[in-house]
């Protein structure tokens, strides 16, 4: 099993900046890719990006530029630092772990609110 936990939201003004983490904890040897995703009220879930376990990161076009995922060096943390908020990146965030073997795991979110 892997369990994931997410911190570090809250509510900031639109041009300011914001770093969420995942803690991972469990079997986190079998994690192969973090990815993080988002909810704004009304609408699907969209995937924000994600870094794989050789750290190769890839963004959503709507937040290339902006947002930056990284990971502490014992690969237990996944960060997403963003930068140059909108409002439009009001939405609760979710990490997810892709797992070998297993069905992906999924954190409970945290909320981030960009005030205009």
């Known amino acids: 099993q892997v369990q994931l936990v997410e911190s570090g939201g809250g509510l900031v003004q639109a041009g300011g900046s914001l770093r969420l983490s995942c803690a991972a904890s469990g079997s986190t040897s079998r994690i192969t890719a973090t990815a993080w995703y988002r909810q704004a009220p009304g609408k699907q879930r969209e995937w924000v990006g994600d870094i794989t376990r050789s750290g190769i990161t890839a963004y959503a076009d709507a937040v290339k530029g902006r947002f930056t995922i990284s990971r502490d060096s014992a690969e237990s943390t996944v960060y997403l630092q963003m930068n140059s908020l909108k409002p439009e990146d009001t939405a609760v965030y979710y990490c997810?772990?892709?797992?070998?073997?297993?069905?992906?795991?999924w954190g409970q979110g945290t909320q981030v609110t960009v005030s205009s």
């Open positions: 997810n772990a892709a797992i070998s073997a297993w069905p992906n795991a």
